[in-house]
């Protein structure tokens, strides 16, 4: 059930120039899983909005969640001030995630770009904690192959060493610092790679060569979407994607980002 | 203690409801409220036709508020119908139904298409969305258009009609006189008021419509004001609303003239923010040994 | 890098002046700012004779704002003259009277009187002031009224002359073409926004004078809209103000039109708040190569 | 000058209930006296204007200004749970004082009501400076003698202890658990009390008794008034009185209490 809450900051740094790392203690962890976001409430009351930030890592145990986010504007600036003991308010878990199930006996590329790598994590987790209890319930060829590929602007690879505990990774950098010089779609070209399946978060024009990509390729692709929100909870309409179908909400073709997302199957959205 | 307010001859059992579009059909926001606890639920606009809306970004925040340029979006009445009045079905609130439209006819198909319904026990006519190009505010700009659309709608209406009042005009209580003179049975303001933002590193508008409407904490002493206006102008009953989010807020509307309130963009804010408010009153209402909360509509003048 | 800007043929050195009413005449905040640093200091606004404005409470805060009804207290146009004008014949910065009324004739005398004045560069006409109940806001929310007076003080003024609107109003271009067809120098907008606040445990009007005039950062996307909006109506230049509290927000009126830009209420917050924002500029200029300011107004469009 | 500047918390505990005692590290300490204030502005950016908090205490060789306040609205709650180590902007030091020289040679009552008692202490401690000056200066028929007057609500006696180091100190209270019962002038009519000169803060009621009991004493009141403010520098007008004359600022029989005040001798004001 979704909920508003107070969440407790375990620990908060800075992991990258205008990138934070931080791990709150919530009740909210029980139900979050890979490709879900929370909100993020600014204590400044001059910012009123929820921030949807996507979950980095969930850690049930401590009921704790991870959340590696960008500033982007004043609120994102105000709660990165937070530290250990500090209270947030969240809002969560809000969004659909990402179907494991689905990605069963395949070859699945996590293709994250910038601020949208984190929820690669979590995911490369999960299916890493899939493929382990496959094995052990003796359905080893049921297990998906995680290959990794992350795009930075630079030799800043916030990340890397814990998307490595979960599969290959493979890195291209905008300034050709670290990996493959460009984009994950260059890296992709310049390994050779090849998947069953995508799933992806990242900047538009990268989930647009996605798109693309698995549509000639004929695989699917799971893509994280993002936009402007105001509730988070699927009333206001805000974050809307157009679809090739309609939907059984809208019945405009607008399928809410929020809670029909944030995870669309690539062919049925219009980006 | 009793909270019950009356407005055109229904009983709320508190004067909270929220604003159209702030709440969709209650759906969402059952997962967090207790929809039994409402006044009056009411609802996200609907048309004769299902509407596309805006592109996006249909959302911005601003300072201690937010501009919102959805355009309407929505299923078009038959759906409404069928899904929306029916999930309202199972609680015991009142009903609402905020109507929209783009033509006086647009607005009496859909009055009429609602007039059987019994889940429905009154419209709230949205004559004053910045975000709709085709005509629709311009009822809610100019007086004599205002009471042109309330009259015929009276007309057609089974239920009792609200009429939903725009902020962006000289004169707010020439515009509730007309729609009074025109046999509304009530008014609710404010809607949005038309508000602009510009990311100045982009060098864009923040919306693709570039204005929208600003609602929040931020444009609370406007509607305040002209709620207040309004009740001196007019005889019919007050729901205000603009910037609500504490039962604080609330009072203050009421103690200008509003009979019922509505919970708007505080909704996005804080889910549980309707409960809140309505327990706020209530305990108000105990401090200060208020028997009635009608005793407190229009209180400070 | 050039910061200046043109108003009326008067240039400034750059676009930042003050919210006429937020800064005295300059005495007050010269202990804090250096006057030669703004484009202009804006006065407070002055009347053929004294007034003594409004009882008090005058101020109250509200979320992101604050709402005044000082109802333009002032000496008097001859002690303006000999005090206020003399204190700021020591400075290198241009001056904009702000000048009242309570009839045409009132602001007629002030404007012959200022005529021979050379420390006036500019004179800004407020006809749009909420706080005082006689005429003076029918000037600023009518236009034909607008219109009227516009074109009498022209045949009057030495000065060029801005009219300062209100944002009280249906339709602010309406205002502006007719400020801009009575032959007015160039517009100021938007003036305060009328409010209420009601203090719900005292149940009284926050404000002695009930309604007060809305300031601060809470109105800042209305005056972006309406500055946006002039800015495609008319011709003549623009002095954008509302909620300006930081250099982005004074670009962002300039990017929606606005050739001059005033601090108002931010001056209460912070005293330094006209300095910040010319620093703010030009390190916004530096950062994006902006070789003259003029290049940014309008730019988003 | 004035200035607007960041102070530091030195200390922060609430004395009595919704009475808070604060003491600021700040450099505006070394031009505060009795009976100024500074405005103190919260740290959440809603409440954008400064809070006008009179002088408590001043420790020029610490740089250190104590302010007692009652939480009356959304920014003093918000101020109010600032810690030691937190920072809070402040503008000052605002405000004129009381006249510590116009006081020699007399006898003078301190007369504090409610959140009006904070500034005489100051005042008695200035006073009592002023008097071991004197004496060390061979001019001891010079000294005032100070008589403290204080009305409580109830026994929440806050800064009656501070007070009994300067002076005589005669309390009042409301529900008649301290000292007389009712306000400062029943206690002033119970004891007996007479002086040549008073000085005052407090609620308007008790400020006018004072005021009508100067003038048939024919002694000076010096009170100490209260008005919303905006600016707190004499710009905006806001906070005005009326004068008895015309003024030299506004011409209009308006004074400003912020800069022309906030102590004005009663009968110059209409109050």
């Known amino acids: 059930m979704k909920k508003k809450t107070l969440a407790t900051v375990i620990s908060q740094k800075e992991i990258a ?18 490709g879900q976001f929370i909100g993020v409430f600014s204590p400044d009351k001059s910012t009123i909005l929820p921030r949807p930030i996507s979950i980095c890592e969930v850690d049930k145990a ?12 004043k609120g994102t ?24 199930e689905a990605l069963q006996g395949k070859t699945v590329m996590l293709m994250g770009g910038g601020i949208g790598i984190p929820p690669m994590l979590e995911l490369a987790k999960e299916l890493f904690m899939q493929n382990e209890k496959l094995t052990a319930e003796g359905k080893a060829e049921c297990k998906s192959e995680i290959i990794v ?10 990340l890397k060493e814990d998307l490595e505990k979960y599969g290959r990774v493979v890195i291209a950098s905008e300034d050709g610092s670290v990996g ?71 019945h405009v073709n607008n399928a809410r980002i929020c809670t029909d997302g944030p995870v669309f199957l690539a062919a049925d959205v219009e980006i | 203690m009793n909270t019950q307010i009356n407005i055109a001859g229904v009983t709320f059992k508190n004067p909270v409801t929220v604003g159209s579009g702030t709440f969709g059909s209650g759906m969402e926001y059952s997962e967090f409220v207790n929809l039994n606890r409402l006044g009056a639920v009411t609802t996200k606009g609907v048309a004769n036709i299902p509407w596309p809306g805006n592109p996006t970004p249909r959302v911005t925040e601003v300072y201690g508020g937010m501009l919102n340029a ?43 298409r609602l007039s059987d319904e019994k889940r429905v026990d009154l419209l709230e006519i949205n004559v004053s969305c910045p975000n709709v190009k085709e005509g629709a505010i311009a009822f809610g700009q100019k007086a004599d258009a205002l009471f042109g659309i309330t009259s015929e709608l009276k007309k057609h209406a089974k239920q009792p009609i609200i009429m939903k009042l725009s902020p962006n005009v000289t004169d707010i209580t020439e515009m509730a006189r007309a729609a009074e003179a025109a046999g509304a049975d009530a008014l609710s303001l404010i809607n949005t008021l038309t508000g602009m933002k510009i990311d100045i590193n982009r060098r864009t508008f923040a919306l693709a419509n570039k204005t929208g409407g600003m609602s929040g904490p931020a444009i609370k002493p406007i509607a305040v004001r002209m709620v207040y206006q309004t009740a001196q ?34 909704n996005f ?33």
Chains 1, 4 share one sequence.
């Open chain 2, 233 to 266: 102008a007019v005889k019919i009953p007050i729901i205000g609303m603009g910037g609500i989010a504490t039962a604080e807020d609330a009072i203050e509307f009421i103690l200008a003239g509003a009979t019922g309130v509505s919970v708007g963009a505080a």
């Open chain 2, 70 to 112: 959805i355009g309407l979006q929505n299923p078009g009445i038959d759906v409404f119908c069928e899904r929306d009045l029916k999930f309202l079905e199972d609680y015991d609130t009142k009903v609402i139904v905020n109507v929209c439209g783009k033509s006086v006819q647009d607005y009496v198909d859909v009055v009429e």
């Open chain 1, 180 to 250: 493959t010089k460009g984009n994950v779609m260059n890296a992709v070209a310049e390994e050779g790679l090849k998947a069953d399946a995508i799933c992806s978060c990242g900047p538009m024009p990268m989930l647009r060569a996605i798109k693309k990509y698995a549509e000639e390729a004929g695989i699917p692709a799971f893509i994280s979407l993002e936009e402007h929100m105001a509730c988070g909870v699927g009333a206001c309409l805000g974050c809307v994607v157009k679809t090739k179908e309609i939907d059984h909400h809208s």
């Open chain 2, 269 to 301: 804010v804080d889910p549980y923010a309707t409960i809140k408010v309505i327990e706020g009153i209530e305990e108000y209402m105990r401090k200060y040994n208020v028997e009635n909360i009608t005793d407190l509509i229009g209180a400070v003048h």
């Open chain 1, 149 to 158: 590929v992350v795009g930075y602007r630079d030799a800043q690879t916030f």
């Open chain 1, 17 to 34: 120039p205008g990138i934070f790392d931080m791990w709150l203690k919530t009740e909210i962890a029980a139900e979050a899983g890979a």
């Open chain 1, 62 to 73: 401590q009921s704790a969640i991870r959340l590696v986010y960008r500033i982007a504007g």
């Open chain 1, 77 to 100: 600036a105000e709660f990165s001030k937070s530290v250990a003991g500090d209270t947030l308010e969240v809002l969560g878990v809000l969004g659909n995630g990402y179907d494991l």
